[in-house]
């Protein structure tokens, strides 16, 4: 009796430790990595705060994208929304499609930020930062350049691009030529 | 003369909103402060300073101001920020484990220290008997003798 309760004992204690070890060994190999350049762009299907429905993004496979991370409780993000507006109008006659991701933010005053500041191009959100944390984010704003073929291109910029201009362009540029 | 009326209704109509903020208050802001966390900071919204924090901040103080309940504004904020938005996890479904296994844990630990000091309490060596003497028979005559003469 007593010798099997003992035994049930450690098997119990071995199987708490292997379970442990599984979650750790779990956790190390589920870590994301950033996405590198030239590497896939992370997929995403987040809920549109624009309008109704679901954004995939790869359903814009064949078109060059630029994805806008922000959130409307970011003050960077104030000052390039104007920018981004206007590079949108610039480029979607050539097929470029813009794609903001709200990140961390309360819906109402993305809302409120996006009628602000005038912004037409599609809009996600991003309420729990799973995406941001897909792609690496460090903070907000920053900006990635995906290609036809759904690759990150060109050099994704950190902060807002508001004082990267040329950065910026050539990141579109590279978007819309690879 | 309806114009005026209607006027007059448009614009209390208007200043009703205001006018309706909360008398009964369901919860509070600092209570909420502890429940809810900062995204970007991941610590409770009382501790952080941080954009994204003032702003829930922000929106949990106009929902109380709404009357809402703690629940209320916590089922808002998941369904905007995901479960991760809530300091500690559900008191139901499969969260309850978060909550059960520390507990169940102890418990555990405490059940098996006891078994232990009992086992160990039962199967101790058993008190070692008195030696026997090691003298013989004639020295404890003799030592008697000697202690006779002494007293």
């Known amino acids: 009796m007593t010798r099997t309760l003992k035994l049930t004992g450690q098997v119990l204690a071995l199987a708490a430790v292997g379970g442990l070890l599984g979650l750790l060994v779990w956790r190390l190999t589920h870590q994301s990595h950033p996405p590198k350049i030239g590497g896939p762009a992370p997929n995403f299907s987040l809920r549109r705060i624009d309008g109704a429905g679901k954004l995939d993004l790869a359903s814009l496979r064949g078109k060059p994208v630029v994805l806008n991370f922000w959130a409307s409780w970011c003050v960077p993000c104030k000052g390039e929304a104007k920018l981004l507006e206007q590079a949108w109008r610039q480029y979607k006659g050539s097929g470029v499609v813009f794609v903001g991701v709200d990140y961390h933010d309360v819906k109402s005053d993305a809302r409120t930020f996006l009628t602000h500041h005038g912004i037409t191009y599609p809009i996600v959100q991003d309420g729990s930062g799973m995406i941001g944390d897909r792609y690496g984010l460090t903070g907000v704003p920053e900006t990635y350049f995906i290609d036809r073929r759904g690759r990150l291109v060109g050099t994704h910029i950190v902060g807002t691009i508001t004082n990267q201009v040329a950065a910026f362009h050539d990141g579109i540029r590279a978007a819309l030529h690879q | ?151």
């Open chain 2, 1 to 151: 003369m309806i114009a005026r009326v209607l006027a007059v209704a448009a614009a209390a109509l208007a200043l009703a909103g205001p006018a309706a903020a909360c008398a009964h208050p369901k919860t509070s802001l600092a209570y909420l402060e502890g429940q809810i966390m900062c995204p970007t900071c991941h610590t409770t919204l009382d501790q952080s300073e941080a954009p994204a924090a003032q702003q829930i901040k922000a929106q949990i103080a106009k929902r109380i101001g709404q009357c809402w309940t703690a629940q209320q504004i916590e089922s808002e904020l998941v369904g905007n920020f995901g479960q991760g938005i809530l300091a500690a996890p559900p008191h139901k479904g499969f969260d309850l484990l978060a909550w059960w296994l520390p507990i169940g844990g102890v418990v555990l630990g405490a059940l098996a220290l006891a078994a232990g000091v009992w086992r160990w309490s039962r199967t101790r060596e058993p008190d070692q008997p008195e030696p026997e003497s090691v003298t013989d028979p004639e020295t404890e005559r003799k030592l008697d003798e000697l202690l006779a003469r002494l007293d």
